[in-house]
């Protein structure tokens, strides 16, 4: 079998790869919606696919892995790996978990990433109706996720929140970061209280706190909640779109407290794991299957944690429903170091009238069954979904 084509298009929200073969089949590659500029990135590498047989996902891989970096740069590399698996997959008629060694276990669980209201404010109140919101929500997590502090508008809607500068940017972490006020700490703990008392010890409650703190606050920060019993505090230092790892700070953070520290979903590859890994520098890492370099990539950074010691929650809000059956296929061949995926959807709504192959509902009491079809086990519709291809992308599936 051989690539002959390499397509992208934007479909709703979602990027997507083709990768087109002479067999006959297509390998789909996901791309997050935050990324609607990816085309060229993927086009860009067209040149050295053409010709590659898929199966032999890393030996194609080696044309291409140079060719990416933190995030957003690992997307279109990530994407066409994950494409390379699902024809690998197609190809051996097994779904792509039996290739990267197997399930270990039959379902998967998710957090909500993707399924949140928006919020009123930035109150106590606010945030405890969003977690009820949360609580109350018909997947059943058994973990869900809150943003606050610099990784929401936070920063800007409450007086006096820290002492830096407030720019404009809506990018975090680049935009506000510096030291805490003792009011804006103060408010983020109120905040966290108010959603632990809805929330109780029945959901664990993850937070998304910036990028942009400094150490101090962040080691404050994490023995405050240490009585709470945070699942994790998510890319306190550096993270999100921040284009370095900061391991060596990042170990002061969480040698000071017993709240498990988490980054990683903007790194590409597992080399750049390493020193955060063998360095013991946080509890958890986050890579996220659409910028890191693929789902073996991930599989490799998630035994390598777990000989280590360190836990795994992979990112991945922004994937559609592509994406999801990615994280699917891959985490569930992960060791027990595996906590749970971001829970990505599809947008907007009709993307789950153009997927065929998932369950309905996607998530049963917190968890996803593994399903067993060829590939990530899921197709775009051509039929159903040519109607929304923009003009640009017309040729997509002919
Ligand atoms: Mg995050």
């Known amino acids: 079998m051989k690539i002959i084509d390499v397509r992208c298009a934007t479909i709703g929200q979602h990027p997507v790869v083709r990768l087109v073969t002479d067999a006959g089949i297509s390998g789909w590659g996901p791309v997050e919606s935050y990324k609607p500029y990816i085309k060229p990135h993927v086009l860009a590498l067209r040149d050295a696919l053409i010709g590659a047989d898929p199966t032999n996902v890393e030996r194609v891989m080696l044309r291409i892995r140079q ?5 957003p740069y690992g997307a279109a590399v990530s994407a066409i790996e994950i494409a390379l698996w699902d024809l690998a997959g197609k190809a051996a008629g097994v779904p792509i978990y039996k290739l990267l060694g197997g399930k270990v276990r039959d379902r998967v669980r998710v957090y909500n990433g993707s399924i949140r209201q928006p919020m009123a404010g930035h109150q106590p109140e606010d945030y405890a109706r969003a977690a009820q919101q949360m609580k109350d929500a018909p997947q059943g997590f058994t973990i869900v996720k809150q943003s606050l502090g610099f990784h929401s508008t936070m920063r800007n809607d409450i007086p006096d929140f820290h002492y830096s500068e407030k720019r404009a940017s809506n990018f975090h972490g680049v935009s506000d970061r510096g030291l805490l006020t003792e009011r804006g700490m103060k408010h983020m703990l109120a905040c966290i209280s108010a959603m632990k008392d809805v929330l109780g010890d029945e959901i664990g409650l993850a937070l998304d706190c910036g990028p942009g703190m400094v150490v101090s606050d962040a080691i404050r920060l994490a023995r405050a909640v240490e009585p709470l019993n945070i699942m994790w505090l998510e890319d306190m230092l550096s993270g999100d779109y921040i284009p370095f790892v900061n391991a060596d700070v990042y170990r002061e953070v969480t ?17 750049n794991f390493k020193q955060l890994i ?4 946080v509890n958890v890492v986050g890579p996220d299957p659409c910028d890191v370099g693929g789902i073996a990539e991930l599989k490799w950074i998630a035994e390598y944690a777990d000989l280590h010691g360190i836990m795994i929650a992979p990112h991945g809000t922004g994937n559609g429903l592509l994406g999801l059956a990615a994280l699917v296929q891959v985490c569930a061949t992960l060791p027990d170091n595996y906590i749970a995926f ?7 709504d009709w993307w789950h009238d153009i997927v065929d192959g998932l369950p309905n509902p996607i998530v049963k009491d917190g968890f996803i069954e593994v399903w067993d079809r060829p590939g990530l086990g899921v197709n775009l519709v051509a039929d159903l979904a040519r109607p929304y291809l923009a003009a640009d992308d017309a040729g997509f599936f002919d």
């Open 255 to 271: 040698r000071a407290s017993s709240t498990p520290i988490h980054t990683g979903e903007q790194i590409y590859l597992r080399q």
């Open 342 to 348: 971001e829970l990505p959807s599809g947008k907007p």
């Open 278 to 281: 063998e360095g013991h520098a």
């Open 67 to 71: 060719r990416g970096a933190f995030k």
